[in-house]
């Protein structure tokens, strides 16, 4: 275990990424899963942004499904086709209790056909990379985030560019101050959005 995490240690402070940083090894996974939400360029020129998304998903412990597996939830990174010309279009995002970070929305640029996302108990998401998630405003159409403490009022209202969106569930959040607020002024940019909300 020791050898891993040096070796861990020496490849994240080598990363483009944390150049420049000093990491200690308590902070070890924190920086793992940096890495693991960070757009990898020359991954996405290879694979195309549907699988690099999927992969970013499954690798931090979500789920998603796919166009052409509709019925199928895939949990499992070694369950996708290996031959990465296989195509395939991601539809839903379900990260329930990953360890997916909002920097990691990132990914979902030029992702044409999802349609929904789930945000269920994610730790190290916050307000940070919301605003990703317009580049798919033509597609998605269902939006859950609960039970998410790091994000606040000015996160959720970064949701206005999701015109979209037919259903928007905003529950059990404990670091937005005033919901009823928030709401109000999402529904005067997502004129047929039906809002699913609740105090914490």
């Keep these: 275990l020791c050898r ?7 490849t994240l402070g080598i990363h483009p990424a944390l150049r420049g940083t000093q ?21 996405l020129r ?15 412990g979500g789920a998603v499904r796919f166009l052409e597996h509709p019925k199928n939830l895939f949990r499992d990174y070694n ?16 990260a329930t209790n990953s ?6 929305f990132a990914h979902v640029v030029g992702c044409e056909k999802i349609d929904k996302i789930i945000i269920t108990n994610c730790k190290y998401i916050d307000n940070r990379g919301f605003h990703h998630l317009t580049s798919i405003n033509e597609s998605l159409r269902s939006l859950d985030i609960t039970q998410c403490t790091n994000i606040s009022d000015s996160g ?4 206005k560019g999701l015109t979209k969106l037919q259903k928007l569930v905003m529950k059990d959040l404990p670091g937005v101050k005033d919901l009823p607020a928030v709401e109000k ?12 909300t609740s105090h914490t």
């Design 46 to 60: 290879k694979v195309g942004p549907d699988r690099l998304c999927a992969e970013w998903v499954l690798k931090n």
């Design 185 to 196: 002024e999402l529904k005067q940019h997502l004129k047929d959005c039906q809002f699913q």
């Design 99 to 104: 360890a997916i970070m909002t920097v990691g």
């Design 23 to 43: 990491i200690k090894s308590r902070s070890l996974w924190q920086w793992i899963n940096i890495i693991f939400n960070t757009v990898d360029k020359t991954r």
């Design 156 to 159: 959720l209202l970064q949701l």
């Design 79 to 94: 369950m996708l086709p290996p031959d990465f010309r296989t195509k395939l279009t991601l539809k839903e995002i379900d």
């Design 4 to 10: 891993f995490a040096s070796k861990m240690l020496y």
